[in-house]
């Protein structure tokens, strides 16, 4: 002011003066006032520029109206330039009391008489004083049409605006203490902490006081301080958040919807519009165990989130999702509620698309008979729609609504369904199945097949799959075991059907299972239901975990032209149901069951070649290697043990491999596919061998076995000069074992000897039987005298050394058998080849002395070799053991130079047929 005046004047009342040197009062003319009126007269400096005058003119006008607000003798304040060339006003009207110590005041500007803006405001004051001080401490809110409203912009008024800044949204006026230059309040003033305060008690009965007066809406609340950020430690109206954070959490102060007041902690915001419209405050409180009310809808996310986060954060109020809400419902909330009321729940629940799979565990549907039930239970419906009258539980006509309603929708969408034949075998027929014992009686079993029929005859595929799914899964066809006959229930994949051929396969194994037709289960359209479930007509194909070696999977790939690989995978190798099983019994089986078996066992794999193709006689394996993709086929499992197995009778009577078997001659209807995949005998090789007598061996058997015997006689020879230098020392133990039995790669098959049986016999005056007398002196020259044709034998025998090697094992083996028969008197053993005879077909004869007859015919042979190794039989020998049969023995005499070792074989013959002696090599003579 002293920029422009050096005297300012002052005139009220009966006071006129002026201040001279800014503090020295002087007495002045004195002019006329209107009645209460102050005057001040400003006497510009004649150094006054224009820029300085319109300056002061421009700060006149921009006095704000607020500074008469809280002020109590001035109502108006005009201001004028050059007299009446432009003139403004500022006007504070009379109060309006509202209340005690409530009042509600309108400021207004004009300039040339016109309104340039205008304010209401509701003012609330309350006494302070002590021992030396005594004033108002006032709140001012500033009114909307009907309530207040926050304002922006807030200092602290001590009678005028303060530096301070109090960041409320409504003017706090008061008698605080300022600094000198009014820019900060000392808050650690005790009078200020005073009014402080009061200002807090006067802002709690402000918000009680709009709350009566039906003032205190969503707007109003957002005056009060709300975010705890803006009064930290730093305001000095921090203690106001506490204050009326307080009062807000106790005292119902928060707008309720649909009218009134409630506190906080009695509070509960609704996440959704429809939530506060389905929930009423009484259901809320039944649900939650307390009384509680929805807040105002306008408190959302959207329309007011500083409050949303206040009520949340800072009042605790508890934000209440569909969810929430859905998992606090109980069938006892439920059945208090109206079937209209659920009606509007379920249409609720169909906009809740997140939440349709938990609600299909809770007990939400209601039932005709007004009951409560969770719809499915374990993935199965527990309720069905309204529909034809069933025995099943169904959904109340009156909260299900019509087709087109959004409760009908939440119902559908939910998966209820009508109820229908095929849900009513899986809720009431198959879960008898599941029992450890089912109380099925013939009739009642007959039934319930009866039923699942009609549900497999629906015509919706969906339907019938789901009806197929869960069978697959149950025991519920009746079965026969093929072994013993015992009628029990099997899931269908373990069980075929009960066919002629089947019954005739499988008997007496009992892994296998039929359908019992004894049930009446016959019929197309059980083959067909049992069939789509599992039971199969043909060889059921079994997936069979591969026993390949990395070897043979390494020979697979490198045939291919690609033998390394990354990774690998093999598919589609497959056993049959059952089939192992029967090749394990066929051996307990009598011959002519064997053949049938057999016979079978090829006509079901012509039948599942047939009916499946090619495709299941194929193994793959597939294979990547740097980047490539490749493959190759196998024969699959039940191939390979087809092939590997003895499973067909041969002309002996013995089960044997189909690559022994010429297939012409087993009168099977053929198959050139089957043929290719399971080798039989090349038909070639069989006419040969019927021409010729020969038996043919493959050149890889024929290379093995010369490979063999150059072995043997390289091994001979290297050590013939020191078995010649050393006598040979007997033990005074010995060392005796039966024959190994060993079954031999090349095991010889059913061959006929190139002798005539009729010509020994009658040279040696005797048959076979092993029980008649025997002319030993007779039979051992006719022997000698048809082996001249030996040539094979005499290579070896000529040498000297083995002549005197064979002496030598001869000697162990008489010895042996003294010691044998050292307690049985009453028989003989004749040395043949003593004082220089020559036993050719035998060593030794065992004979009773009493009866004559032959007990042993020994024919003893010797190596130094181990056990183990191959010896050498003459071909008079072999004719004589086959004609003797039982009686006649080898001994073979291994390791004769250091520790000699016996292994005794009778009836060797025999034992090669069986596949116990291998023949290498075999010379023959073709008659």
Same mark, same amino acid.
């Given at each position: 002011m002293y920029s422009f005046t050096d005297i300012p004047e002052i005139h009220s009342g009966n006071e006129h003066f002026a201040i001279e040197n800014y503090v020295l009062p002087k007495e002045i003319p004195i002019i006329e006032l209107k009645e209460n009126e102050t005057k001040i007269i400003l006497p510009l400096n004649q150094e006054t520029k224009i820029e300085d005058y319109n300056e002061i003119v421009s700060a006149v006008k921009k006095i704000d109206i607020k500074s008469l607000l809280f002020l109590r003798y001035i109502e108006k304040i005009e201001w004028s330039k050059n007299s009446e060339e432009t003139k403004g006003v500022f006007i504070r009207s009379k109060p309006k009391e509202r209340g005690a110590n409530v009042r509600e005041v309108e400021l207004i500007d004009q300039t040339n008489n016109v309104a340039i803006s205008s304010e209401k405001w509701l003012i609330f004051s309350k006494e302070i004083s002590n021992d030396t001080n005594t004033g108002l401490i006032e709140i001012a809110f500033l009114m909307n049409d009907k309530n207040i409203q926050p304002i922006s912009f807030s200092p602290l008024i001590v009678f005028f605006p303060t530096e301070?800044?109090?960041?409320?949204?409504?003017?706090?006026?008061?008698?605080?203490?300022?600094?000198?230059?009014?820019?900060?309040?000392?808050?650690?003033?005790?009078?200020?902490?005073?009014?402080?305060?009061?200002?807090?008690?006067?802002?709690?009965?402000?918000?009680?006081?709009?709350?009566?007066?039906?003032?205190?809406?969503?707007?109003?609340?957002?005056c009060f301080p709300i975010d705890k950020l803006k009064f930290d430690n730093t305001n000095m109206f921090s203690s106001l958040?506490?204050?009326?954070?307080?009062?807000?959490?106790?005292?119902? %102060?928060?707008?309720?919807?649909?009218?009134?007041?409630?506190?906080?902690?009695?509070? =509960?915001?609704?996440?959704?519009?429809?939530?506060?419209?389905?929930?009423t405050n009484e259901q809320l409180s039944e649900l939650f165990k307390s009384k509680y009310s929805w807040l105002h809808e306008e408190i959302s996310q959207d329309r007011t989130p500083d409050l949303r986060k206040y009520f949340i954060n800072d009042l605790g109020i508890k934000e209440i999702q569909p969810e929430t809400i859905i998992n606090s419902t109980t069938i006892d909330f439920l059945k208090k509620q109206t079937n209209e009321w659920i009606?509007?729940?379920?249409?609720?629940?169909?906009?809740?698309?997140?939440?349709h799979e938990k609600i299909k565990s809770m007990p939400i549907i209601r039932?005709?008979?007004?009951?409560?039930?969770?719809?499915?239970?374990?993935?199965?419906?527990?309720?069905?729609?309204?529909?034809?009258?069933?025995?099943?539980?169904?959904?109340?006509k009156e909260v299900c609504g019509d087709e087109k309603s959004e409760s009908f929708a939440f119902l559908k969408a939910i998966g209820l369904t009508e109820p229908n034949p095929v849900d009513d075998v899986i809720r009431n027929v198959l879960p008898k199945f599941d029992e450890s014992t089912v109380g099925f009686t013939e009739e009642t079993y007959k039934q319930a097949i009866k039923r699942i029929l009609l549900a497999f005859d629906t015509d919706s595929t969906s339907q019938k799959e789901k009806l197929i799914s869960e069978l697959k899964n149950k025991k519920f066809v009746a079965v026969i075991n093929a072994a013993n006959r015992e009628r &029990?229930?099997?899931?269908?994949?373990?069980?075929?059907?009960?066919?002629?051929?089947?019954?005739?396969l499988f008997a007496g194994i009992d892994s296998i299972y039929f359908v019992n037709d004894e049930y009446g289960l016959k019929g197309e359209k059980v083959r067909d239901l049992f069939e789509k479930c599992g039971v199969y007509r043909n060889l059921r194909p079994i997936e069979k975990r591969s026993a390949f070696s990395s070897t043979e999977l390494s020979e697979m790939r490198r045939k291919e032209g690609y033998g390394d690989c990354s990774s690998q995978e093999i598919q589609n190798d497959n056993s049959l149901y059952g089939l192992e099983e029967l090749l394990?019994?066929?051996?307990?089986?009598?011959?002519?069951?064997?053949?049938?078996?057999?016979? %079978?066992?090829?006509?079901?794999?012509?039948?599942?070649? @047939?009916?499946?193709?090619?495709?299941?006689?194929?193994?793959?394996?597939?294979?990547?290697?740097?980047?490539? &993709?490749?493959?190759?086929?196998?024969?699959?499992?039940?191939?390979?043990? =087809?092939?590997?197995?003895?499973?067909?009778?041969?002309h002996e009577g013995n089960l044997d491999i189909p690559g022994n078997i010429f297939f012409n001659s087993l009168g099977w209807d053929d198959n050139l596919f089957l043929r290719s995949k399971i080798h039989f005998k090349s038909d070639e090789?069989?006419?040969?061998?019927?021409?010729?007598?020969?038996?043919?061996?493959?050149?890889? #058997?024929?290379?093995?076995?010369?490979?063999?015997?150059?072995?043997?006689?390289e091994e001979q020879r290297k050590h013939l000069n020191e078995i010649e230098k050393q006598p040979i020392e007997f033990a005074t133990t010995f060392s005796v074992a039966d024959a190994p039995l060993k079954v031999s790669d090349f095991t010889g098959k059913d061959q006929s000897m190139p002798f005539d049986d009729s010509q020994v016999n009658k040279s040696a005056g005797q048959t076979s039987n092993k029980d008649s007398s025997?002319?030993?002196?007779?039979?051992?020259?006719?022997?000698?005298?048809?082996?001249?044709?030996?040539?094979?034998?005499?290579?070896?025998?000529?040498?000297?050394?083995?002549?005197?090697?064979?002496?030598?094992? #001869?000697?162990?083996? =008489? @010895?042996l058998l003294n010691e044998e028969y050292k307690n049985n008197v009453n028989v003989d053993i004749i040395d043949l080849n003593e004082n220089g005879g020559t036993g050719v077909s035998v060593d030794f004869v065992v004979k009773n002395k009493t009866s004559g007859k032959i007990v042993k015919l020994v024919e003893v042979k010797s190596t130094t070799e181990l056990k183990g190794s191959k010896q050498r039989i003459s071909g008079v020998q072999w004719e004589t053991a086959r004609k003797e049969g039982d009686l006649y023995w080898i001994y073979c005499v291994y390791n004769i130079k250091n520790n000699p070792e016996v292994v005794r074989i009778q009836n060797p013959v025999q034992k090669w047929k069986d596949g116990l002696l291998l023949a290498d090599p075999v010379d023959f003579i073709v008659k």
């Open positions: 301070k800044q109090t960041n409320l949204g409504f003017l706090v006026q008061g008698p605080y203490r300022t600094t000198p230059s009014r820019d900060n309040i000392p808050a650690n003033d005790e009078w200020n902490k005073k009014c402080i305060s009061i200002t807090g008690n006067l802002v709690v009965e402000s918000l009680r006081w709009l709350r009566d007066n039906n003032m205190l809406d969503i707007e109003s609340l957002q958040f506490d204050i009326v954070k307080t009062v807000f959490i106790n005292e119902p %102060l928060l707008p309720r919807y649909k009218g009134g007041y409630i506190s906080a902690n009695k509070s =509960l915001i609704a996440r959704t519009k429809e939530l506060r419209e389905l929930f009606c509007k729940f379920y249409e609720f629940l169909n906009k809740q698309k997140t939440l039932l005709s008979n007004l009951e409560h039930i969770v719809p499915f239970k374990d993935g199965q419906p527990q309720v069905f729609l309204p529909g034809q009258e069933t025995e099943f539980p169904t959904v109340h &029990s229930y099997a899931a269908p994949d373990i069980v075929y059907f009960q066919t002629e051929s089947f019954k005739s394990n019994y066929l051996p307990s089986l009598n011959n002519d069951e064997k053949i049938k078996r057999s016979k %079978l066992v090829w006509e079901e794999l012509c039948h599942l070649y @047939k009916r499946s193709g090619e495709s299941l006689f194929w193994g793959n394996l597939k294979w990547s290697y740097s980047w490539s &993709s490749h493959s190759c086929s196998f024969d699959t499992y039940f191939i390979r043990i =087809l092939n590997k197995r003895n499973w067909i009778l041969n090789i069989q006419e040969f061998e019927e021409k010729t007598g020969c038996k043919v061996l493959s050149t890889d #058997e024929y290379k093995r076995l010369k490979q063999f015997e150059k072995l043997w006689q025997f002319d030993i002196e007779k039979y051992l020259n006719n022997q000698s005298t048809s082996d001249n044709n030996d040539s094979s034998d005499e290579s070896i025998v000529n040498s000297e050394y083995l002549k005197k090697e064979g002496r030598y094992g #001869e000697k162990y083996v =008489l @010895k």
